[in-house]
């Protein structure tokens, strides 16, 4: 017998969840409930539309990201894509089905990829454990190389915890000098950031908070 889905499947929840707080930025949870935190980072950048959109999240496990960037990411840059009339990200909330129904009656050269990313993610909640986190993480690499594009880019990044963010961060910056001057942290200090942010519930807000606010999108 299939057990029942999580609320993160259904789209139900994340309609309610839209209508009471902002799923993009910040804690998804409050400080004490994060037992295993996974970073987000979700990007759109347009020099055609001149729209930058980045945007840092810390959700409770891998189950809750599976279910944003199936029923929030997806459906909102797909959404975006096949409408270019459009100036800004609408967020429309859709199942399984209504996105690939929205995808396949269109004529858009990323129909078919679009549809394959779909079916795709839907495949990793089969999964558990580290092989879910890991094809997560496939699926994020395949997904960005695909809209890696000189003009317009797509982007999800995962991060299981503050220190793999603060080594991705370094190693986009390898200079500390110019990192310190954008960013307003030596690599020390953040790294001494990401280690409050493991029992410290002001440093869990904090770091978010300077990811979306000076940080942004390094890709």
């Not at 394959?116 to 496939?138: C, D, I, K, N, P």
């Not at 310190?180 to 002001?202: I, K, N, V, W």
Request: hydrophobic share 40%.
């Amino acid at each position: 017998m299939r057990s029942p889905a999580c609320k993160y499947q259904q789209p139900g929840f994340w309609e309610w969840t839209l209508g009471k707080q902002d799923v993009w930025n910040d804690l998804f949870v409050p400080p004490e409930e994060l037992r295993q935190p996974v970073f987000v980072n979700a990007c759109v950048a347009d020099e055609r539309r001149f729209l930058l959109d980045s945007n840092w999240a810390c959700y409770p496990d891998t189950e809750s990201v599976l279910g944003f960037v199936q029923y929030i990411f997806l459906p909102t840059v797909f959404y975006y894509v096949l409408h270019p009339e459009n100036d800004r990200l609408m967020v429309p909330i859709q199942s399984t089905a209504e996105l690939l129904e929205m995808v396949q009656k269109t004529d858009s050269a990323h129909r078919l990829a679009m549809s394959g990313f779909v079916f795709e993610l839907s495949a990793v909640w089969q999964r558990t454990g580290e092989q879910r986190e890991m094809a997560l993480r496939r699926f994020c690499s395949r997904f960005n190389r695909y809209w890696q594009r000189e003009d317009f880019q797509l982007s999800l990044h995962v991060f299981s915890h503050a220190g793999e963010v603060a080594s991705y961060l370094k190693e986009l910056v390898w200079c500390e000098e110019l990192f310190e001057e954008e960013f307003g942290y030596s690599y020390a200090q953040l790294d001494e950031l990401c280690t409050r942010f493991e029992t410290e519930p002001f440093a869990k807000h904090l770091l978010l908070n300077w990811l979306n606010t000076r940080v942004g999108s390094l890709t």
